[in-house]
């Protein structure tokens, strides 16, 4: 079972991450990488400025550019990279031409008609794409994942809504990769933390209400609870580290919310890890820099889960470029090719 | 009008920012360094590490350290950077002698007996000297200043009680130089967050009740709210930054809660910075390296004040060793001098 | 006496180093702000992203950017922080003019009329002025100071020239101040060295035996040694520290080499540090964060001088934004006050 | 084949090294780990503070700590992570006993008739091994490898060596975990490089004259050449980088260094890097972040080959506490194993 896979944005970070995360994938084969103008028909090797690791893999260097167009690529999926306001041109094209895009982008994440999802999270969102193709004349379909910072708690929030969420607030702690490159100037975080990113707080309060939410028909009813973010970006090189508070609708112990966390359990998909929710019990994890590759950099690692005055509180990390991104729309391809929706 | 100084723990690195402010002080002359055993007789520029500027203030150099024993030391009031445990034992051999101690150790916070003031907030608790030293039989007395992460936000919420403080969650990144020296080692935080500081949490949540809590008769009454606190250590060298959610009893504007902070009034004390609470309008600030200087370090600063589903969110900033610390204390002496308790 | 100056090249990095060191200059008074098109006719103020400090100074807030067109300003001394590309082309049409230019850009450093110049080090290659007017034709002229990781070592080496040098190596651990803002991105320097900086160590190796060449007749004679760098980029935000290795002509002690450094007297200029070359006793100094600031960042800091098998080698320290920038382009423009050129 | 192997000094920062390394070792079984006094008798995952990666290997866990004492030890070969001063009393006790001891402790490395080894540098050093039995009459033996400073440039130097060196200077960029653990204050090194390492100078212009020297009869004559090493430290984690400078006794070419470089041939060893010096050809490599792990760790990266005025300058790097330490003394091992010494 191969699949061709086709990825737009190759050369920026998250671009990197997805030709890392894809080699040697069992299922996904990258045989196209489409780019803007100026690097169309020269080699990945030759024009990305390569980042990520201390080397390219070699299968990705001779793989020559293609352009941001449908109608030059043959592709059984497309993956893509593009910053939102490419990705809002450029992803429907594809779409209406039939192809399956699987879209970090956030262009049209909180479409009513675009499924956003976390496969362990909202898999049932996947109806929409019907929805979508019928409400749009579209042969192929947009698919999306959430911003990486709200990725990481969503996962957490998931197991708890049973009990019945009445607020949660998070302060993240955010990677420098998060940026992108070259993004944050060495001289403005050295020794310092930068408390604010743009639009950061508004996606954090937005997407997981959606995520969180239910299918009722053609569309999404959201959560009903209300989420308060303060975003932050500290000198680490990758991982978001949150804490979060959330109230319940119940008296909930400590223990009720391991229980729930280790009650989440992964897919069968090539890209899931062995563990969703991973819990540290020592007092001072997770860790960014210890804990960012746990389950490759696909789980979320909790820890310092405690009670306080009105409900619980706790860590959670995951690594924003992986989980929180290349890694997450590629589970989310997987996700579509064990749906039949490729 | 001079007043000699004495200081207890002076080679920490708490002990030598006293060192540092007290250069040129306008009413103290730091006359007397008391160390540990080991340290007594040699000259505190032979023994000190120092590490908080490029030079020692030439005027400490020469000083002999003399042991921990009032006895031994002729001073008008008595400054403490003493870990807490020696605090214990020490600073009450102090207070019984006659000696005014005024102490950045967390050993007598929490004493019903013992004054836990920031001057611009709770100066009127100094009225429990007198009850200190009745009950204890003491001729002197000990004032205490909170931990470093309190301090900061206390001073904000302290403009705010008249709106009714409901809830008060806070999420801290603090500074390496809260840990002393040589404290946090740097395999442990390099592209790297500790989310973990021990007891902080605890201080955080008790410590500002008391300061923001009403002087009945011979005790303080508890603030009415509660907080809940999430403590995390971040690579910079010096500026705790706070992200802070209230919840009022009452709706609060963001021009309300400006309002209140510009009311904040500094005392007329040498260490006071023109202004208390120094608030940032741009989208990115406080930012620890840019900011925490503010005022010499005294000024707490704030920005991002915004709105939420429940209340009012903000950031706030502070010097940790200066605000935090050592010039806590120093300030605290000066209202001391000021009211006349010394 | 109040001369009016004019800076090219505002709003960068060094740019804002002129404005800060220029805030209550004695003798200059910063009045025309020259920037690019864009900027024209906007304050200063509102668009500077102004990084060196937490405040732009008041004074330059609400001056108003003018053309870098030499008919449009009023000034007596015009300073240059302009990247060399547009320094090739503006600074000429100002010296053409009539303007004395003094420059930090490296474009017309090598020239041979142009003075290369350290006041302490070669303030008789002023005489260059002179024959640059006469063969160009121009009313003005223009100085410029060397690169900032020349100056540090130079300056060393000009009290040592007695010895005779055969040789000289240095590796330089430069701050990442030295490449502008926004500069080195954060994910490339984090945890990281970067052992190469475009064009440095040619400069390196070039500039030096200009400055200290001879005079003769109308040109320079370079220096009759070799000098082999190597330069690497360390996450420091300010200082660029220096190893050292030199070879002399006779048998050289450390102490000889000492009684060197302390005979090279400063100035008599505003911006002249107290000392030009402190020597540091300590083991392990200089270091960049707590000796960049000595001498207001205008003193060379040297320390760890030994002997080695063929000479001498040591550490040296210094600002590279001040000493190496734009306070090296402000002490060339008081001397030239001083030796009447203005 | 399977070689029961202990480790003396197992819980600092290298002894997590080595157990790192040898998890799932071909030809090594890490059965005893030996600590000081207060550890013995304890489980090594309940002593360790394990820091140099997520998790302490599942295998070591719940190994039982024994004494330093070679009657209480059952094992085919020891090795050392001792600091020098007990590893000064420790290590002849066990090579009195028959022990094979490969020690990363520099406490015996100058001493005559102990092998100090780099595989692919000096093997037949080994035959001091008998010269030292001899001797000392010890039924075991001990060897020793370099710092690991010395360790990346002496492998580069090795295949220099026919074109008759003359000088080296070395200019260190060292890594932090160089020092161990707790090491270095974040509070010193943030922001900041120490241009001083206690003894490392030294070192670095010893060990490596003995490991470059020539086999006579019972001794080694030392490398008739000289070095002049200045090191510094840097805030990175892993990976010492190196400015090297070579003279030699004859003309010698960019390429003539390449080639040379390309012929050192990697022994048949389990712990052997495929190539033992990588050749970086981009301008700005190595760099420790992006190239410290490059052949696990084992291999040396060099890149910036270039010529100056009086012969070759280049950079180095490597992996500090594996091919500089643990590594180092587990391919010193394998040696053994292979020439039969075990």
């Given at each position: ?7 737009l ?7 990197q991450?997805?030709v890392?995360i894809?080699?040697n ?33 070699k ?6 550019m ?10 059984d999926?497309?993956?893509?990279a ?5 990705a ?11 192809f399956?895009?699987s ?8 479409h ?5 999802v ?9 109806a929409?794409?019907e ?24 996962i957490t ?28 100037p ?5 020794d ?6 743009r639009n950061?707080?508004e ?7 959606k ?6 028909g053609d ?6 609870f209300?989420?308060s973010?303060s975003?932050h ?15 319940f609708?119940?008296?909930?112990s400590?223990?009720d ?19 969703v929710?991973?819990?540290?019990e ?8 210890l ?13 310092r889960i405690?009670?306080d ?6 860590m ?9 991104a ?11 090719v ?5």
């Amino acid at each position: 079972m191969h699949y061709k896979v086709c990825l737009l944005g190759a050369t920026g970070m998250v671009g990197q991450k997805f030709v890392q995360i894809l080699e040697n994938h069992p299922w996904f084969k990258l045989t196209s990488l489409a780019a803007s103008e100026k690097r169309i028909g020269k080699r990945y090797g030759s024009e990305v400025e390569w980042i990520v690791s201390s080397d390219i893999p070699k299968y990705a260097k001779d793989i020559e550019m293609v352009p941001l167009d449908p109608k030059q690529i043959d592709a059984d999926i497309v993956f893509s990279a593009l910053p939102p306001e490419i990705a809002r041109e450029v992803e429907p094209k594809f779409a209406e031409m039939g192809f399956a895009v699987s879209s970090n982008a956030s262009a049209f994440r909180m479409h009513e008609d675009v499924p956003l999802v976390i496969p362990e999270v909202n898999s049932e969102h996947l109806a929409l794409i019907e929805v979508q193709k019928r409400k749009r004349g579209w042969d192929g379909f947009i698919i999306t994942n959430p911003n990486c910072t709200s990725t990481m708690f969503v996962i957490t929030l998931k197991p708890l809504m049973d009990f019945g969420l009445r607020s949660v607030r998070i302060a993240s702690m955010q990677a420098l990769s998060g940026a992108g490159y070259p993004g944050v100037p060495s001289l403005a975080i050295t020794d310092n933390v930068i408390p604010f990113i743009r639009n950061e707080e508004e996606k954090c309060e937005s997407e997981p209400l959606k995520m969180l939410g239910k299918l009722v028909g053609d569309r999404v009813e959201f959560a009903n609870f209300k989420i308060s973010a303060s975003c932050h970006r500290v000198p680490v090189l990758d991982g978001h580290l949150e804490a979060v508070w959330v109230e319940f609708e119940r008296e909930v112990s400590v223990e009720d919310v391991k229980k729930a966390f280790r009650s989440l359990k992964p897919l069968d998909l090539p890209t899931s890890p062995r563990e969703v929710i991973v819990i540290r019990e020592e007092p001072d994890r997770p860790q960014p820099r210890l804990d960012r590759d746990t389950g490759n950099g696909m789980s979320v690692v909790v820890g310092r889960i405690r009670r306080d005055a009105w409900g619980i509180k706790y860590m959670v990390l995951g690594h924003n470029t992986v989980r929180g991104a290349a890694g997450a729309s590629i589970l989310n391809g997987e996700l579509l090719v064990k749906e039949k929706f490729v």
